[in-house]
């Protein structure tokens, strides 16, 4: 088998908080000898994350078996998900944001036991919605957990109870159209039905303008998705939730080694 070096898009800092994680979930747990050290193992969950390499591709890079490398994979992502941020938590910070954008995404998968509820019509695929909730700048703020694919925006907002936490804390939100009649803050654009067939020319004016403030929140989609593992779950749909909720959780980190 041949084998190539690769590199990984992510600080040091990074790499070293999770190390740091494992190493003392070893110390708690008094777990013996491992194959991999623990920055080791860090590096080996990164590489799964981020470039979303395979079980089979970890497993020889770093002379480990499949069940091994599988074992670590999952034992670093519950560590990580553990100390993610809810919904609670990161409204202290939405609180002192001019306003948010609030936008939804579907992640794709490729294994499920019930083919209906994970099944998008929108996106005519199978996968897991989330939740997103990104700054002004298009920085990613919040990912909620993942719920089947077949529920839609404004009931997967309302189910985590986005739009109430926004509305009580008054706190502007911009979203699609998908969003329509989820009132409290959240601004939506004109839509056309029944009753109203064409836009005034204010009214399209007024869509300009929301859609260009609202083209920001693809930035924090895209930045969730810069995650290869994203790219498509090849897992158990109901470990979706832990995979962004660890992925949130190294973001923070990364991203406060920018921001200072």
């Not at 560590?79 to 794709?108: C, F, K």
């Not at 990912?143 to 997967?156: C, F, I, K, R």
């Not at 810069?226 to 979706?240: D, M, Q």
Request: aromatic share 6%; proline share 4%.
């Amino acid at each position: 088998m041949l084998s190539y070096p690769a590199t990984i898009p992510l600080s040091s800092r990074t790499l070293h908080h999770l190390a740091d994680r494992i190493r003392r979930h070893r110390r708690a747990c008094r777990s013996r000898w491992r194959r991999l050290t623990p920055a080791r193992q860090a590096l080996l969950a990164l590489a799964h994350l981020r470039n979303g390499d395979t079980y089979v591709r970890l497993a020889a890079g770093f002379q480990v078996g499949v069940a091994t490398a599988w074992r670590y994979v999952q034992e670093a992502v519950t560590l990580l998900a553990a100390v993610a941020e809810d919904l609670a938590t990161a409204m202290a910070r939405i609180r002192q944001l001019a306003y948010v954008i609030l936008d939804g995404t579907l992640i794709p998968i490729d294994r499920v036991a019930d083919q209906r509820p994970y099944y998008s019509g929108k996106h005519r695929r199978h996968g897991v919605n989330v939740q997103i909730i990104a700054d002004a700048a298009g920085r990613l703020v919040w990912a909620s957990p993942a719920l089947p694919g077949a529920v839609h925006d404004l009931t997967a907002a309302r189910t985590h109870g986005i739009i109430d936490a926004l509305s009580s804390a008054d706190v502007v939100t911009f979203a699609d159209k998908g969003y329509q009649g989820a009132g409290g803050t959240v601004r939506t654009p004109f839509k056309r039905h029944r009753h109203r067939p064409k836009l005034s020319r204010r009214q399209k004016a007024v869509n300009k303008t929301h859609a260009k403030v609202r083209a920001c929140g693809e930035r924090a989609i895209a930045t969730l998705k810069t995650w290869k593992i994203l790219t498509k779950l090849r897992c158990c749909p109901r470990r979706a939730t832990a995979i962004v909720q660890a992925i949130l959780a190294l973001h923070r980190v990364e991203s406060s080694h920018y921001t200072g």
